[in-house]
């Protein structure tokens, strides 16, 4: 498995990123992805360590030693302990790093149990699963087609679509754009998939493909958003964005223009059936929801704590009012732990006998967790009020000694200084209010899919498990104890007449 120091140098690879008209040369040194990289490489040097080895890591049947999360699941115990090692990288971010090396295990994990789904690249399949266990490459993936002007019909926009457009001897040529690629400038390959039209118009089906590409494959162009690690870095330091100036996950629009992938690295070609069901037949909904419920976990609780360090240093902790605000986050962080828990230990059979995160679970937390982060969110606004718009403009204020005497006074809380109490508040803020903070609840939101479909697909499952027929069955059974005559079960007694 790569160690932080090995990942730091193969990001150092000829990659081209964009930010701010800038073409950038080494994102492991620039201030807009520096620490983003560093978090990450801490991750992987965790791999390594003697005190977190066993809990992050396992044994395959290969005989590597990888991220649990990376293993075919066989079994209760390796679903949870896949979880708890999903829950220990994530510590080291406080749950604000989503797009970690270990969420593309969510599809990468099933391929050696899952490699016959993929018709005619079974080999393809089961060596990229070797691959990504052994090594641990940082994957990123993209599936989405870019907004475009959707009121025309598909073949009208069928140049934005990734699609093949040559086919060689030893692989293909594909051109188009993908989003969102987050962290996509941090990472070694792209997953590349598309789903959704049987043809982009007169039968051509280029589009259906699934490949995976290195992220400095000539023709590859990431085109990233605005970066808020820079902003921190030049606006202020990491007293004022804590959050910010290393947890930056930084989104990306990725441009394959006419770029080459072997035919090693293609899992779906020409292919409308494999294509566009992989995300149900390969469960990658089920791992990809049991992953980002376990780092939300993590989130949540470091939320939940940080909720509770506000109300006490404004002295509010004790109000009856705010008490209840906090049990509430309590509340719905033990649901979060809850739904994990259940997705590991209620699991569904998969493929091959895999066992995969129970999806009764999984729907239900896809659902959840939107309105669980925007619900967190305004507890903050409504309790932390007012106190996080007065705040000092950054940590020079402080420093400066003509007004250093005012903040110490009247910026102090109950039993802290006032470089405590605005220390703990500008970490609320980054986390809710600033910029990172603003992008974090459109992630939280969107996370799981569009709003609409994540509560269509829960009543899909439940029609599709049996569970739909099963509540229905439940009210024929109570209306079926009693008709326009009175009841047809003995159990309950008529009415009694009195003449």
Not at 221 to 249: C, H, V, W
Request: net charge negative; hydrophobic share 40%.
């Amino acid at each position: 498995m790569l160690t932080g120091k090995e990942y730091l140098e193969s990001l150092n690879d000829g990659r081209v990123v964009f930010l701010n008209g800038e073409k950038i040369d080494d994102v492991t040194q620039h201030p807009a992805y520096r620490n983003s990289a560093q978090s990450y490489a801490r991750m992987y040097d965790a791999l390594h360590d003697p005190e977190k080895q066993d809990v992050l890591t396992t044994i395959n049947e290969y005989g590597d030693r990888t991220h649990k999360f990376f293993k075919t699941p066989r079994s209760v115990e390796d679903l949870l302990g896949a979880r708890d090692a999903i829950v220990e990288w994530s510590k080291l971010n406080f749950g604000f790093m989503g797009r970690t090396p270990d969420y593309k295990a969510s599809f990468l994990g099933h391929l050696e149990g899952y490699s016959d789904y993929y018709v005619g690249f079974e080999d393809n399949a089961k060596a990229w699963y070797r691959k990504a266990a052994r090594d641990l490459p940082f994957v990123n993936h993209t599936v989405i087609n870019p907004q475009m002007d959707r009121s025309k019909s598909l073949h009208e926009n069928k140049d934005v679509f990734v699609r093949a457009v040559k086919e060689l001897d030893n692989g293909i040529i594909v051109s188009g754009a993908k989003m969102v690629g987050t962290a996509a400038a941090l990472t070694n390959y792209n997953f590349v998939a598309n789903y959704g039209p049987k043809e982009l118009g007169n039968g051509d089906i280029s589009h259906a493909l699934i490949f995976l590409v290195p992220m400095n494959a000539p023709g590859l162009k990431m085109i990233s958003r605005q970066s808020y690690e820079l902003q921190a870095y030049t606006n202020g330091s990491p007293f004022d964005y804590p959050l910010s100036s290393r947890f930056d996950e930084n989104d990306a629009v990725i441009v394959l223009d006419n770029v080459f992938i072997p035919w090693e690295d293609v899992l779906a070609y020409n292919n409308v059936e494999v294509s566009n069901n992989f995300v149900a037949e390969t469960h990658f909904v089920n791992r990809f929801s049991f992953h980002g419920c376990a780092r939300l976990g993590v989130k949540l609780d470091f939320m939940t704590g940080l909720l509770m360090k506000a109300t006490e240093a404004s002295g509010t902790n004790g109000f009856r009012g705010v008490q209840a605000n906090i049990g509430e986050v309590v509340a719905l962080r033990n649901m979060i732990w809850s739904l994990s828990t259940a997705m590991a230990t209620n699991p569904d059979v998969g493929r091959n006998g895999v066992l995969v995160p129970g999806g009764v679970a999984a729907t239900a937390y896809r659902v959840l967790a939107p309105e669980v982060w925007v619900k967190v969110k305004k507890i903050f606004e409504q309790v932390v009020a007012g106190g996080l718009i007065q705040l000092p403009s950054s940590a020079s204020d402080f420093l400066n000694p003509e007004i250093r005497p005012y903040l110490d006074q009247y910026y102090k809380g109950t039993g802290v200084t006032a470089v405590e109490r605005v220390k703990l508040l500008k970490m609320v803020w980054d986390s809710i209010g600033t910029e990172f903070g603003g992008r974090h609840e459109l992630y939280e939101v969107n996370y799981a899919g569009n709003h609409e479909n994540i509560r269509l697909e829960a009543m899909y499952h439940s029609i599709g498990s049996g569970n739909a027929a099963s509540h229905k069955a439940l009210v024929d059974e109570a209306m079926s104890d009693y008709d326009l005559n009175g009841w047809t079960n003995a159990t309950w007694k008529e009415k009694i007449t009195t003449t």
